[in-house]
């Protein structure tokens, strides 16, 4: 997570949605649910101001 951050910087969620969205069109709840737990991290992050 910190090398997507480190990567991409404030767009580093909208990455991840990407990427999770990407799993879903291609029926991959495993990298699905990856996505989304990166996601839920880096708002959690966001909102305590890390």
Do not use: N, T
Not at 6 to 35: C, F, L
Request: proline share 2%.
């Amino acid at each position: 997570m910190d090398e997507l951050i480190a990567k991409h910087g404030p767009r580093a969620e909208e990455m991840a949605y990407a990427e999770e969205d990407r799993a879903w069109r291609y029926s991959d709840i495993y990298e699905q649910g990856k996505w989304r737990r990166v996601r839920r991290e880096l708002w959690r992050r966001h909102k305590a101001g890390e």
